[in-house]
């Protein structure tokens, strides 16, 4: 069965910080890999995804991630932190095919992000 | 667009009572899912429906909990009877299809609280 684990359960930085979240899975064959974020009081939204092609993904709000396979990684990444990026990060990631039309979603436990202005 | 919508918001029970909670998906999505998200963890999925059909349920805790989605737009949820574990997050999403590289849209979710 595939699992996600995020090392960090609460990052706090200050603002203009750089930012890096850490995101292991664990499943041997081809994956499909989110970022989903729930800012307070807000639902959970994509904040972005990786299927195939270039390792590096752009998202919004200026957030990236870069895959690396050998690593099992799908860590994300911002040069700069705002006090309006304090939310609850999700890891998060489906095989690309898992038979009977089922793609489960596998989450990672969440890293709560607080940015000090 | 309207988003996915659920109701209610918040539930407080005590335990061996029964609870249902309702989802309207995005008009159009085909697929529907049901997650409960205890807190301190991340959201774990119960059940799985593309249009009125079960795809995976898997996870869930079939002697108490119930899921079902008629007419293949909106679904219930159902625990009956509830224990004290069932205090959680219950958060309905839709996809277009199953496909896995379809993004999810979730809704607000249902605070649930056992007593």
């Known amino acids: 069965a595939q699992s996600v684990s995020q090392h960090n359960h609460h990052v706090i930085l200050s603002e203009a910080a750089s930012l890096e979240l850490g995101c292991n899975y664990s499943y041997g064959g081809t994956v499909n890999l989110f970022w989903y974020v729930q800012y307070p009081g807000q639902h959970l939204q994509l904040l972005l995804k990786y299927f195939s092609g270039d390792p590096l993904v752009k998202g919004i709000k200026g957030f990236e991630a870069e895959f690396i396979k050998s690593k099992f990684s799908f860590n994300l990444r911002k040069p700069s932190v705002q006090w309006s990026d304090t939310a609850e990060y999700f890891c998060a990631v489906t095989s690309a095919y898992s038979g009977a039309g089922s793609y489960q979603l596998t989450f990672g436990k969440g890293t709560k992000l607080s940015v000090i202005p | 667009e309207a988003g996915v919508a659920q109701s209610p ?15 309207n998906p995005i008009s159009g999505h085909a697929t529907l899912y049901w997650y409960q998200q205890i807190l301190g963890q991340g959201p774990k999925l119960l059940i799985q429906f593309q249009n009125n059909g079960v795809v995976d349920d898997s996870q869930l805790p079939k002697d108490r909990f119930s899921a079902e989605r008629l007419k293949g737009v909106d679904s219930t949820l159902k625990i009956q009877p509830a224990k004290l574990e069932d205090s959680a997050v219950y958060l309905c999403a839709s996809s277009p299809t199953t496909s896995g590289t379809y993004e999810q849209y979730f809704g607000p979710g249902t605070r649930l609280t056992v007593t």
């Open chain 2, 9 to 23: 918001r918040y539930k407080i029970i005590e335990k061996r009572q029964s609870v249902a909670f309702w989802c």
